[in-house]
């Protein structure tokens, strides 16, 4: 099938990225979303989040009249669902977006159109919730229209290189939805194109995030252990990888982000008893802010009063993302503690939160601190050396929660350093 025109809703992380680089390969796109502030942002040039590369992108899609936004959906040839699904207070998946966006297109559905939807949804979601929305049309899926579910599985940071390169897994209602997505992002994806059915498509994407979020969990049970025993994490990782068959990611201060922190529990509200290893691996993880916070009052003795100057609020490093961030969560723990916790955020200075301070510069942050955290290895944290830092700031201890820093290097310049499960 050809499409000439496409109409993403959505204009986050995903649904912005996906738009552009649609337009940019010749498809007449609508970027659509309710928020009239994010929609009247893009119309003047100016984008709500940071991704390398996208504002170039985006600009020259909208200059080249190909792409358009606006807060109302159009007709197309084709719908892509890009909107978020997080979770409740219950950790139940929350699918008011996915419901209002098939209600918004069904009254523009015509026979022919292919609907897609990509935000991470729960199993069944496409069969069970967002076909019979559409089919109140009178069209009937599969048949009349055609409705696919294509998860997206881009990492944040190197969205536009991996949303042309990735494979692509498209999951039709039926062979003939399944080959219209084929058709669709053939446009720009150079990866393979996997087809299959709208369930099992669906039930990858989670099992994806949830693999990680337990290699993830794994690594920060280890650290935790080595702790115990008086072992450097890092190094004990390092030996166990030269292991052919053995690759344990990083521990940390726990994991966040729209994704791998929230996706995990779809299967756990979809199974709970089937899905023990699952909610043990989230609970490990939820919990890594909290067991770094009692870290960090060992190094630095009562915290109560403390100055700490805390590096990095994303939920990785390099990105501007905040959401269930969890070096936010450690900010709050230090400042329940009794610390006074001024953090810098070089990648989103005008946020506010509960409980801490954000300064304006990194320079603010250190000025009379007592104690120095490294949160996010973002690269101009990583970068900083330490003989600057000394004239910067008060502090004579370091907390390096990420392995961002070389111990001996700060030691050289009179630091007391410590960090996660580190030795050396
Ligand atoms: N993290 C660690 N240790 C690691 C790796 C990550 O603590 O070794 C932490 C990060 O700091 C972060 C969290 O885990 O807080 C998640 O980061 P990530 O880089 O693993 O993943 P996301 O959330 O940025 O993107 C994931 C990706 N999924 C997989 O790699 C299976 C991406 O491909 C998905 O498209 C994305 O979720 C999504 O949108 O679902």
């Known amino acids: 099938m050809d499409f000439k025109s496409l109409c993403v809703i959505g204009m986050g992380y995903i649904g912005l990225p996906t738009a552009s680089i649609f337009a940019s390969n010749g498809l007449r796109v609508t970027g659509m979303d309710i928020n009239a502030d994010i929609i009247d942002g893009l119309k003047v040039g100016k984008l709500h989040i940071f991704e390398p590369g996208l504002k170039d992108l985006f600009l020259s899609a909208l200059e080249s009249d190909c792409l358009n936004v606006s807060r109302e959906v159009t007709p197309a040839d084709a719908f892509i669902i890009a909107v978020p699904t997080p979770f409740d207070e219950d950790k139940r998946a929350d699918l008011r977006a996915v419901v209002a966006a098939s209600e918004s297109i069904f009254p523009h559905l015509q026979p022919g159109n292919l609907v897609i939807l990509e935000s991470t949804s729960p199993p069944r979601t496409t069969l069970d919730i967002v076909a019979p929305i559409l089919e109140k049309s009178g069209l009937t899926s599969g048949e009349d229209f055609l409705l696919a579910y294509s998860p997206e599985r881009v990492l944040p940071g190197m ?12 999951g039709g209602v039926n062979q003939a939805s399944a080959k219209a997505g084929r058709d669709l992002y053939r446009k720009f994806v150079k990866g393979d194109i996997i087809l299959t059915d709208a369930t099992t498509a669906e039930m990858v994407k989670l099992m994806e995030n949830t ?17 115990q025993f008086d072992v450097d994490i890092w190094e004990a ?3 166990a990888n030269l292991h052919p068959r053995i690759e344990i990611l990083r521990p940390g201060v726990g994991v966040g982000g729209h994704c791998i922190s929230v996706d995990p529990w779809f299967l756990v509200e979809a199974a709970p008893n089937d899905a023990r290893l699952i909610q043990m691996a989230r609970t490990i993880n939820d919990e890594q802010p909290e067991f770094v916070a009692k870290l960090i009052h060992e190094a630095a003795g009562v915290l109560a009063q403390k100055k700490i100057a805390f590096l990095g609020l994303s939920f990785k490093p390099n990105v501007d993302d905040l959401r269930e961030s969890p070096a936010i969560k450690l900010a709050q723990h230090l400042s329940r503690m009794g610390a006074a916790v001024t953090a810098y955020e070089p990648f989103k200075e005008d946020a506010s939160f509960e409980g801490f301070t954000q300064a304006a510069s990194l320079d603010a942050a250190l000025f009379d601190a007592d104690l120095v955290v490294l949160a996010v290895a973002h690269d101009q944290f990583t970068d900083l050396q330490p003989e600057k830092i000394k004239s910067k700031t008060s502090a004579r201890v370091v907390f390096d929660a990420v392995r961002g820093w070389d111990k001996t290097a ?15």
Not at 219 to 227: D, G, H, P, Y
Not at 410 to 424: I, S, V
């Open 211 to 227: 693999s990680r979020d337990i290699s993830i969990a794994i690594a920060n049970e280890f650290s935790r252990l080595a702790q």
């Open 159 to 170: 969205i536009l290189q991996e949303l042309v390169d990735n494979p692509r897994v498209i």
């Open 410 to 424: 700060w030691e050289d310049e009179g630091f007391q350093f410590f960090g996660l499960a580190r030795t050396h």
């Open 237 to 239: 990782i390092r030996i």
